[in-house]
């Protein structure tokens, strides 16, 4: 893990893509069925709390899942910003609160070592951070705080990139499959500047891993929404 890249990195590289990661279509272009777990995600939020009062988006960058959420509620619910770079928490605010007149906090930093509230949120909503947790040990600290940080009946909502435990699938769901969808979107060079990111970057583990470790730090039920390739989305109830 020594050759990942450093939370320093991760903010300067998150400074200068503001703009990019606030707008859907250019932001999340790598990403398999954004829009669709975006909207299942928000969808489902407001199916269980539809009159939600307490947010939480870690590593929120700019806002696109409170802004869609918002968008559709009936509430005008708190909502707290967790994220590395200040411009993103800067832009996710400006955008939130047009939307909503309850409290808009902002967190600027990693929310491994947020000081928060136990019981304190509904909603956890967690879009694209995990993958830069590292060991086991990470793994376990973050499910658990956020276990903590939820109120009894809250849950944490969850879509990422997500490894495979058998060596063979992991190379033809993410190397074959998700190498030919990103030579689409451009050609073969663009693809191994993605995947060479995301070697540099991140640190996915497979579904089974997270839904077990969400299980074991308390959690009462999970369940899947979706999974297409190497992204996958689902919930996880206290």
């Not at 400074?15 to 999340?28: E, H, I, M, P, S």
């Not at 708190?78 to 832009?91: A, E, H």
């Not at 063979?168 to 499959?177: A, C, G, H, N, S």
Request: aromatic share 10%; glycine share 6%.
């Amino acid at each position: 893990m020594d050759n990942k890249s450093t939370l320093k990195e991760i903010e300067e590289r998150f400074d200068r893509d503001v703009a990019r990661f606030a707008n859907l279509k250019t932001g999340q272009q790598t990403t398999l069925d954004a829009k669709f777990n975006m909207d299942i995600i928000t969808d489902g939020i407001l199916q269980v709390y539809p009159e939600i009062h307490d947010v939480l988006d870690i590593g929120c960058g700019a806002g696109n899942y409170p802004v869609n959420l918002l968008m559709k509620a009936n509430s005008n619910a708190n909502v707290t910003l967790i994220d590395l770079s200040k411009p993103m928490l800067s832009k996710a605010r400006e955008r939130i609160e047009k939307l909503t007149s309850g409290e808009i906090r902002e967190i600027k930093g990693d929310f491994r070592s947020a000081n928060l509230k136990e019981c304190s949120f509904d909603v956890i909503i967690a879009t694209a951070v995990l993958h830069h947790l590292r060991d086991d040990a990470d793994w376990e600290s973050a499910f658990s705080n956020c276990y903590k940080w939820l109120k009894p009946g809250g849950s944490i909502w969850i879509f990422d990139l997500v490894a495979h435990n058998q060596a063979r699938m992991q190379e033809l769901i993410y190397t074959v499959k998700y190498g030919e969808y990103l030579t689409g979107l451009k050609d073969e060079a663009y693809r191994d500047h993605v995947f060479a990111y995301i070697e540099k970057e991140d640190s996915p583990r497979s579904v089974d891993f997270q839904l077990d470790l969400l299980r074991k730090v308390g959690f009462s039920s999970v369940d899947i929404l979706h999974k297409h390739l190497c992204f996958a989305s689902f919930v996880a109830f206290k």
